[in-house]
């Protein structure tokens, strides 16, 4: 039943977020500092573990196909695969889950504790709106950080093999363009407009309705990574059902 209750509330709160706005000189400036936060504040962490997982996958693949019959651009066309269709969207999405969503319930949960939100309300201010909205609004960018991670792990990828030895340059791009389906792009960036909704509303939902003083703001940070990672997961495999077969 409590299960049940959560996702109840979970839906209202995403219907209240939308209700009862606030101004838009207030709103503009928080969600110009959440895109500085969420977006920016991440690019660093992204294209780190991008570039080197392109690496990481394009010289396990290469390791794994000594046969001599198999042509070289096969290790161009499976990393462009792997990185496109799920390291991109879905695993920087995990990661993303305990950056980015920590930090949304520890600051949320933190003006919970400290009587912040409590004070807002007190005020006239739809909180939902205040707190919430501007995070959502951010994450809309979130895409262009998944570009930038799919961009970056094929690169790292080529920059792997070519200095590896593994396959040349010129391999490795024919990889990458044999049997393009410009569906398995739309597909990623259709699965990251979803898991930045996720993003931007499970973790707020538990800093929002956490209960208890600030050793609870630790625990809400804790159990929002959890399952923001089983939703997130949950929901690849029901969009890759629903998209590709």
Known sequence: MLYLHNIGTYFLMIVEMFRKPTKWGVMKQL??????????????????????????????????????????????????????????????????????????????????????????????????????????????LYPFVISIAMFLGIFGGMVASVYGGFSTAEDYIAGIQLDFKPFHVAYAFIKTSVFAFILATIPSFHGFYMKGGALEVGKASTTSFVWTSVVIILLNYLLTQMLLS
């Not at 969600?31 to 690019?43: F, Q, R, Y």
């Not at 990481?56 to 066309?77: D, E, R």
């Not at 933190?110 to 739809?126: F, H, K």
Request: hydrophobic fraction near 55%; charged fraction near 10%.
């Open 31 to 140: 969600i110009l500092k959440d895109i500085d936060d969420l977006i920016i504040g991440s690019l660093g962490i992204v294209a780190f573990i991008s570039f080197f997982v392109g690496g990481v996958v394009a010289i396990q693949t290469a390791l794994n196909i000594s046969n001599p019959l198999i042509p070289k651009n096969l290790v161009g066309f499976a990393t462009r695969q792997s990185i496109v269709l799920e390291f991109g969207p879905t695993f920087i999405s995990i990661i993303m889950a305990g950056k980015v969503g920590s930090f949304i319930t520890s600051s949320i949960g933190t003006m919970r504790v400290t009587e912040q939100i409590d004070a807002l309300e007190v005020m006239g201010i739809n909180s939902l709106n205040y707190l919430v909205f501007p995070k959502f609004i951010s994450l809309l």
